[in-house]
């Protein structure tokens, strides 16, 4: 048994953490760290927890239960990470950082698990994708074997768990409901990230990110337009992207008569993708689980490769937390 | 032209009063005092007063502009409002109070419109009612006479802007989507306010009261139970909410083959209601829509009737802040 | 492995069965018979049975398939079951019918588990109760022990997937989105199968039953207010409760710091329950899944029951299908 | 007084039209056709028309009451409007029609207000605009001015209510609930629409146009993503939309700290445009509501415009049917 520590441990991404692992067969959950629940059961806070037994652990809890060969994962907010991950590191642990904070650092092995398998199996520091990175990646990379187009949109919807559980106005029921709203509009923190792998990867094309909140608490639609000069062959595009994922346990490519559904993915770590030639430009429309293999979903994959665990270990069930 | 503050202008149901006053012929809005919002353009916080120009005045606004003869309407949180109040009456002006500071006072005039229009056409101070007792009193004044029941139960539902526009985890739309949320088991705040409306008009009986949250930003609907010894005449019945809201503009009685609709009464001061007998149990149930009738729908009502302006004036086109 | 065949297979509920089954061990899904959906992929038609890769079958396809000892789970209208299940038992199949058709019959056993668990064991035909009285009668029933209540009131509220899936005005998005609507207001179709139940169990008081739609897909609360003559003792109230449900696996009876949560139950055959005695009012409020405990996970618990396997085998699991 | 006839009134559109016009100065409603309501009052249909007394009449209606001069609104579905119309214009009557038939056809003027408003004030046959071509084209026609963009990308998203009344599956609560779903991926009816105007008005660039379904009830946000070989200068661009909304009613553009919002303009005429220059592609987002300017409240607006009214007559409230 792995003993993981769930470091940041009151957001929604965490809890999700929590419902896959209860489940996990060679991992143990030790510490549920969280300045703010402290000693409060998680039963208490998430309905989709209510069969557990969990309690939150007071702050430095994960420090001082954190033995060699401990899995951390990192949950807390953007900017916290950095304080703390490498003195876990340090203590020969192995990190999980859910934060954005290692996403554009060499130091950390970006875990987009379906393109960097080998890393993150070899890696001690995992920086987790963000959601939005992620729909975006899996739509865009398989184009990588085709050239480079020479400009890229995403339109990206997202439900507004995705925003975090600390109350905003933004977040309220009343402002969310009824609405569709873009953001980010001057600048995403996404968008640096994308592009970054975009580079990494071989598909050095400028980029229009265009995130957009829709009235449902979980859930990612990702339209990726890949313009190029000339129309591709179908063909090359449909055999892209069944050798990119013809093999995968969670990405699947949907077919001409069918849709990419976030329903389908809800609740999971899958993806769905469709992609379609439509003259000079490539559409890949791509559906995941914000909190599914956006989040929660895909960290567990990265423990599970990590650990030399089959893949798909702990992650056959639905997890709902929001 | 008479002159409104209002006063805590950066809630829901303020909000609401802006828009309902923003096209009242007789009204001119002077101060819209916000601490926290100071500054702000109001078309920037709520979409739906985007066409209005107002800006939120800073603290001290409405005392500093207060003239005799002025309104106030005080629409800041519960327990705030004791502090101020009595300067703005000092000073002349008339005050409509939407929190629950003064409703149990009998320095102040219990606002429910249809059933104190003389009181409140008199008044200087104007304890506008709760969401939850406008709609469950609208429901069981009218029995008051055919006799007291042995037991009421009222069963309410709620839209979420009931909750205020102050972030908090439980108002988060992935915390209220998908979910039916009982609340106030253990006791709420708007029960002794119901039983000392009942008290007062003549229907002393003991009173079950269960408040819910259900999924929807905005409207009301309370199911009452009336239990009787015997069963009640159903003549005699539907004849007491005829006369009593017969020559209603807002309250409207629906018959055996309508059903209240929240929809239909939704950015309005309307209320719908549907009264059925049912062996011993008199059932009425209520829709209002919680920031109309229930909260600046009525004050707008109020307000009217205190300054002797005809009732409905303004309240004709819906308005909706959330 | 028993076989079953689901007859009727187009709607959330069945599609719900298929999704438990679909991982119980002990059982394989033999044929899925639909007249309109026949040779079509259940993938295409539900996105959570996606990764499934069952299709509907034509009529009478179980007729031609069924053998002795097979399970027959009836999921078609209202008012059909009547003409087919008589041929399923002479040709030795056994049937759960997921239809209002045989819940007010001698010949069919009533499967409310936690209730009816030994003449379930022993049944050929099992009428699965309806969602509204499976939350009702779970909150009533520990009462039998304490009294007969002068009157019950039952004020129920349910997610939509409770009308099916046959497309009518009402169900539409457009219609239940921003509305809560009482109905059934002279009459519903749940009140005499919960008082016929009521009086088989020794509680027949007068009941008073208000079905709500609210705006979510799925769950259920129903609040039930017992009036007595006199007060309940606290004590025993608990302890009526705790006794009922003490065993249970799948009822939680919930403190009185906690609440009932659609939320918690939803994807389950679960239950939660909270009891208060206020005045001579006993309140118990319990929230449902209603395609779960309310149809399909109550149906497969009704299988495990009458073939003797453990009870919650293939329940462990969230299932959803709206 | 000018006399309207609704033709095929049963549907969102329809009844949305009668909101307008219901407080239309100018205008009163004559016949209200629907096949299959028929007999039926609006306010037992429509909870927002419930303070109406309208009734729906009779198949045939329209043409028996019909006088030269009158004006017919038709709302029926895709495909009936070529087989009544020209009766409709032979005795005199003017027709703005919100089906698809006519907008391909060059016998009838293009309804789009502020960009072809010469035309439809002479006209005697207006064919109103689908909602996504309003949307789409109010967001690129400024672009016009500025040259021809390689290609253009809409990714839009809608509202339920879009989809009509007729119940379909797709539009049911349980299915659009939790759900994004993009749809006709391989062709919509709006794409050779949207195509002809963009020709027509100097615009003939290559189109990728994806609509989507999002959980709401109304309202919809269309993205355009134009794709320039070089960049466009920023301030050349905004002086083109304010050129061509400067002088809108209707129309709003936002400036670069503000955001379109969906909300802002639910149950209104408006719409709210935003622009950026990102490199070599200008981005232009327009919310509209789909009822609204996408299809009622534009007839409106048409109809003043040929009738000579002024434009906003009757449009300063929010109408809302959904």
New interface residues.
């Given amino acids: 048994m792995t003993r993981v520590h769930i470091w940041g441990a009151s957001g ?1 991404a965490a809890a999700e953490c929590v419902r896959y692992l209860d489940t996990h067969p060679f991992v143990e959950i030790v510490t549920l760290e969280s300045r703010s629940h402290a000693g409060a059961r998680l039963a ?1 806070h998430f ?2 927890l ?2 557990t037994s969990y309690r939150f652990d007071g702050e430095g809890s994960t420090a001082a239960a954190l033995r060699t060969g401990d899995v951390v994962i990192a949950a807390t907010a953007h900017g916290e990470a950095r304080a703390f991950v490498p003195q876990f590191l340090e203590r020969g642990a192995s990190v999980i950082d859910l934060s954005a904070d290692y996403r554009l650092d060499d130091n950390a092995v970006y875990g987009l698990a379906e393109w960097n398998r080998d890393a993150i199996a070899d890696a001690r520091l995992i920086a987790n994708p963000g959601c939005y990175p992620t729909a975006s990646l899996l739509a865009i990379l398989p184009l990588s074997r085709l050239g480079v187009p ?2 890229l ?1 995403v ?1 990206a ?1 997202s ?3 995705g925003a975090g ?1 600390n ?3 933004g ?13 980010g ?2 600048g995403h923190r996404h968008q640096p990230e994308i592009e970054r792998l975009l580079s990494v990867n071989g598909v050095p094309a ?1 980029l ?1 990110f ?1 995130p ?1 909140v ?8 990702a ?1 990726v ?1 890949a ?1 190029f000069d000339a129309p591709l062959d179908s063909d090359a595009v449909r055999a892209a992207y069944a050798e990119a994922y013809g093999n995968s346990t969670f990405v ?1 490519v949907i077919g ?1 008569d ?7 993915v ?2 999971t770590n ?1 993806a ?1 993708l ?1 992609v ?1 030639v ?4 490539v ?1 890949a ?1 791509c ?1 995941i689980d914000n909190l599914g293999k956006g989040a929660a979903g895909q960290a567990i994959q990265n423990l599970n490769i990590m650990l030399g665990y089959p893949e798909e270990t702990g992650l056959h ?2 997890a ?1 937390v ?1």
Same sequence: chains 1, 2, 3, 4.
């Fill in positions: 929604y208490d309905p989709l209510r069969t020479r400009q949109i339109d919807k439900g507004i768990s559980r109350p905003s106005v977040s309220l029921y009343a402002e969310v409901s009824g609405e569709i709203r873009p953001y509009l001057g400028p229009t265009t957009h829709v009235p449902l608490a979980r859930g990612m639609l339209d337009y313009i699947r001409a069918g849709t990419p559904s976030v329903s389908a809800s609740g899958d769905e469709r379609d439509l003259g000079n430009v559409r429309i559906a069930a639905r709902f929001a």
